[in-house]
């Protein structure tokens, strides 16, 4: 499948021209115990966002579902998505997108007319023993070589910032950067150095809205595993999980 594909990945590739969710086909291989495949599809019509969240997805993006077993406890997950992330921050540069992330892990663009807009995010599913991930899917949405008008409000793409792109490459040489970042040698502290350069988020006036209420404040640093210090008027606060705003100075 992988020749099917013309990629030469560190993983077999599972290509579609169109399905429902190439995380729920990933999740799906995954539990049947397949290793070392990344399900990728042209289009997906049951496209799914973090927090429950509709994702857009049409033809000519590049949406990919790789099935990691990181023999890691379920605690360290979130170094692997902000590691995604990282990994499509780069392969944009490649392509001569000055993409940066914003925390935890929305690849976004400025589009020159001073709006940062979403180019990429990432959704990782997984499941695991208390000391152990059985399987991780990261489920990675980038939009490619598609239209904006096609996509929602504050998303841009590939196509509207520089032109269509090979996705084959496109992807390749994200899965080099995930695996260079993430494989079975990696440092993974060093994800944290890697995501810092590319922040957008860092030193921002932010407003998080966590599953316990709203942290705001200037981000200061991300921590291992993943988490957010924010500097607020109680003082530092490290946030794990949240929907992040970049607030404007006003
Ligand atoms: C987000 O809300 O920012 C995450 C979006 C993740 C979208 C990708 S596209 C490939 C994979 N399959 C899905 O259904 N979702 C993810």
Redesign the pocket.
């Known amino acids: 499948a992988a020749l099917a594909f013309g990629l030469d990945a560190p993983y077999d590739v599972e290509y579609h021209d169109r399905i429902g ?4 086909r990933a999740r799906e291989l995954a539990e049947e115990g397949v290793d070392d495949v990344v399900v990728v599809a042209d289009e ?1 019509t ?6 429950d ?1 509709e ?1 857009a ?1 049409p033809a000519g ?1 590049v ?3 790789p099935v990691l077993r990181p023999e890691r406890p379920p605690a360290e997950v979130p170094i692997y998505t902000l590691a995604a992330a990282v990994a499509v921050t780069r392969a944009a540069r490649e392509v001569g997108v000055e993409a940066t992330i914003k925390w935890p ?2 690849v976004l663009v400025n589009d020159g007319d001073g709006e940062e807009r ?1 180019l990429a ?3 990782t599913e997984m499941e695991g023993e208390a000391d152990r991930v059985s399987w991780l899917v990261l ?3 980038v939009n490619a070589n598609v239209d904006r008008d096609a996509l929602p409000p504050g998303a841009t793409s590939l196509r509207a910032a520089v032109g269509d792109v090979d996705r084959r490459r496109f992807l390749q040489g994200i899965l080099e950067a995930l695996y260079d970042l993430t494989g079975a040698d990696a440092d993974l502290r060093a994800v944290l150095d890697a995501w810092r350069e590319y922040a957008s988020t860092l030193g921002r006036q932010v407003r998080v809205e966590t599953p316990r209420g709203t942290v705001a404040g200037r981000a200061v640093d991300v921590r291992f595993p993943g988490s957010l210090v924010v500097g607020t008027d109680d003082g530092e606060r490290a946030v794990h999980a949240g929907d992040c705003e970049h607030v404007r100075p006003t």
Do not use: M, P
């Open positions: 969710s190439t995380n729920d997906q049951g496209g799914r966002g973090r927090l969240r994702w997805a993006g949406w990919a579902s892990n929305d979403k995010g990432i959704l489920g990675i949405g």
